[in-house]
């Protein structure tokens, strides 16, 4: 028999990196978008490239569209931490969820279709939630742009959602990877 996965656990693990990510960004937001130390971004996977692609979108329109060469070891290196914690958040943090639904309902295993299985796992009101309370981080830390914050964290959803369904649907195919 399978321990009880502890959901409270998982949440406040979400919460504190949802916080560490805020931050990373009030602080990256400091510096110029330095554009050139992006290619220093390795990403392993499609979902990896993702969140690599969503960040820096989201620092297009956070940090000032400048390049300054004396910035770019500090300036990388926020951004190497930053995304890492994205990654935590999307797809660690998300297999962990995954699991979670999995274990409270084990119908979802019997779903093979992704737009189904996606249908299934989407709680309109948590998300709401989620996005509500990445807002209030993101005046408590003084990020100026809200609405930029609201939409990151949704994109963010949507990938770990994504990370979700693949997780799911390869439960039951040993050798199948999350791409």
Not at 100 to 120: A, D, V, W
Not at 122 to 146: D, F, G
Request: aromatic letters at 4%; one cysteine or more; a positive charge.
């Amino acid at each position: 028999m399978q321990t009880p996965i502890n959901i409270n656990k998982i949440r406040n693990e979400i919460d504190q990196t949802k916080e560490l990510i805020i931050i990373g960004l009030k602080e990256r937001s400091n510096y110029p978008l330095n554009r050139k130390t992006f290619n220093e971004q390795n990403a392993q996977n499609n979902i990896e490239k993702e969140i690599i692609k969503l960040y820096q979108e989201l620092l297009s329109k956070i940090c000032e569209n400048i390049e300054d060469e004396s910035t770019y070891k500090k300036s990388s290196k926020i951004d190497k931490d930053n995304i890492l914690l994205c990654k935590k958040r999307i797809i660690t943090l998300g297999e962990k969820v995954a699991e979670y639904k999995m274990q409270q309902n084990p119908e979802l295993s019997k779903i093979t279709n992704p737009e189904t299985m996606l249908n299934k796992l989407i709680v309109p009101e948590r998300e709401k939630e989620i996005i509500k309370q990445t807002a209030i981080l993101a005046e408590k830390h003084l990020l100026t742009n809200v609405e930029l914050i609201k939409d990151f964290a949704q994109n963010m959803i949507k990938l770990n959602t994504k990370v979700q369904v693949q997780k799911i649907l390869s439960s039951n195919k040993p050798n199948k990877k999350i791409v």
